[in-house]
């Protein structure tokens, strides 16, 4: 029995189809978790024997709020697996290709290698005559193009569509089965009784009988749907921030700013919250690969406001570690800083170019002795960055004698601190908030000193 997206049982069937999900991180255990949950017969596939061990044990290897019970209970009524093993996949009528495309290492590019490797491997294994392969990883435009030409020569019988996702870490389950939009790219010759566009109909009735829209494209435009989207919500980002920088010098209030200007529905409040910046695994990563696929295209200058948008949130960084620097009389040398937060944003656990640890490992090489707290992101943080100190006491525990304490990711534990009890255990009581998240006058009425990002001070 499958199930309706408000989790009651459906009167009808979803289409009897098998699908594969190929790579398991955020994207690809998301999927194929929903995809089940939608009553499709699911197998996820990673070469990563520890992560498919722990997924089919029940376990999300990463922290994701919703989803380790959907798993479970998807797993249970077995309709779920996982697999290391490309052959599991053979028998599957539709193949989601969701692995990731990291930077490459000392360029701005995007690294193909998974993506390649993972057509690679579906190829190898022989796939079924009418069987479709679904892109959703974050390529650069042409990706699909020669993706196609590598099937037609040697998996004929194959077909491909591109599907973009564009879910956020700690709501991936509702971006999956209550998305905004859906967008299906199809090869230029397509007909609507092609294989790939009756697969694409029939993974997503569900979605598309509760009324997601869809807008149905060629292969380039559904791959830049995806990096323009991841594009315009960091430039959103780094236009506040570059506000922010205005208003420093200016005397200026940025929080004012940012909502007088949500008032205007054609701006929006969202995604135009100022303070420390961007991080993350996809838009940082994301607006470097599409500027570098600009610059192979010849329209390099097109995009050249990304590498702006790039330096503004890198300032927010230096910002900080400014601020700290003089808030401890122009050397941190010995002095104890309290950082709350170490993951890129609050509910996850995600590290990857976190500006909170950019930040916490910046001081520390400058001499100050930093220890670092976050509710999720600790066993992550003591793995790439050993060298700072962790504390799992809270941010009590982080504050203990610290000259000041600066609040990098905004969870809500620390949104919920009471500045009256974390006064007593502090050295100095000099706070920097740098999420513009906490009540300034709160804190500043529990007698500390409150400093944030594009704000007066007071
Ligand atoms: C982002 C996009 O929002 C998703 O739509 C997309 O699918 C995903 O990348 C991807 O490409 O896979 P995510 O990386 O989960 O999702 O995180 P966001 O919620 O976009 O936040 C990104 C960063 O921007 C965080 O560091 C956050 O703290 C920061 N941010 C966000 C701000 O500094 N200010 C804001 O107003 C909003």
């Known amino acids: ?59 999300v290897p990463f922290f994701e709020p919703g989803l380790e019970e959907l798993l479970r209970k ?93 879910l956020r870490e700690g709501f991936a389950v509702d971006d999956t089965l209550r998305p905004d939009r859906l967008v299906f790219g199809f090869a230029d010759d397509i007909t609507p009784d092609s294989p790939a566009v009756v697969a694409m109909e029939a993974v997503y009735g569900p979605l598309l009988a509760a009324g997601v829209p869809v807008v149905r494209t060629d ?22 921030n570059a506000m922010a920088e205005v208003c420093e010098a200016t005397g200026g209030d940025v929080l004012g700013l940012a909502r007088a200007l949500s008032y205007d529905p054609r701006i929006g409040g969202r995604f135009l919250a100022p303070g420390l910046g961007f991080g993350g695994g996809c838009l940082p990563k994301d607006i470097r690969a599409f500027q570098a696929r ?42 104890k800083v309290a950082i709350l937060g170490a993951a890129f944003k609050p509910n996850s656990d995600d590290i990857r170019d976190s500006p909170a640890l950019a930040v916490a490992e910046r001081l520390r090489r400058a001499g100050a002795t930093v220890t670092v707290y976050d509710p999720a992101a600790l066993a992550n943080a003591r793995r790439a960055y050993p060298e700072l100190n962790y504390t799992d006491e809270g941010a009590t525990g982080a504050a203990r004698g610290a000259h000041v304490v ?34 300034a006058r709160l804190w500043r009425e529990a007698g500390w000193t409150y400093h944030a990002l594009g704000r007066p001070r007071a």
């Open 1 to 59: 029995m499958s199930t309706n997206l408000d989790g009651s049982a459906t009167s009808y069937d979803v289409a009897p189809l098998r699908l594969s999900v190929v790579g398991t991180g955020y994207l690809g255990a998301t999927h194929a978790v929903c995809m089940a949950e939608l009553g499709f017969d699911v197998v996820g596939v990673d070469v990563d024997a520890d992560k498919v061990a722990r997924l089919a044990a029940g376990v």
């Open 74 to 166: 998807n797993l249970e009524a077995g309709r779920l697996t996982f697999s290391t093993s490309f052959a599991d996949a053979a028998d599957a009528d539709v193949h989601f290709v969701c692995v990731g495309t990291p930077q490459l290492p000392g360029g701005h590019a995007a690294d193909m290698r998974y993506v390649d490797a993972a057509v690679s491997n579906l190829i190898a294994v022989g796939l079924k005559a009418g069987s479709v392969v679904v892109g959703k990883s974050t390529v650069p435009a042409g990706t699909a193009a020669r993706l196609a030409e590598w099937l037609a020569r040697d998996a004929p019988q194959t077909h491909l569509a591109w599907n973009p996702e564009f």
């Open 219 to 240: 292969f380039a435009t559904a791959e830049l749907v995806k990096v323009a989207a991841n594009a315009f919500l960091a430039t959103k980002i780094s236009f506040i």
């Open 294 to 335: 600009a610059d192979e295209l010849g329209v390099g200058a097109a995009l050249g406001f990304l590498a702006d948008v790039d330096a503004v949130n890198l300032r927010r960084r230096d910002r900080v570690v400014t601020l700290v620097t003089e808030l401890l009389g122009g050397d941190v040398t010995g002095k």
């Open 406 to 439: 600066a609040h990098l990711t905004e969870w809500m534990e620390f949104r919920e601190l009471d500045p009256a009890v974390l006064r007593p255990v502090v050295a100095t009581p000099l706070l920097i908030d740098g999420r513009n998240a906490l009540d």
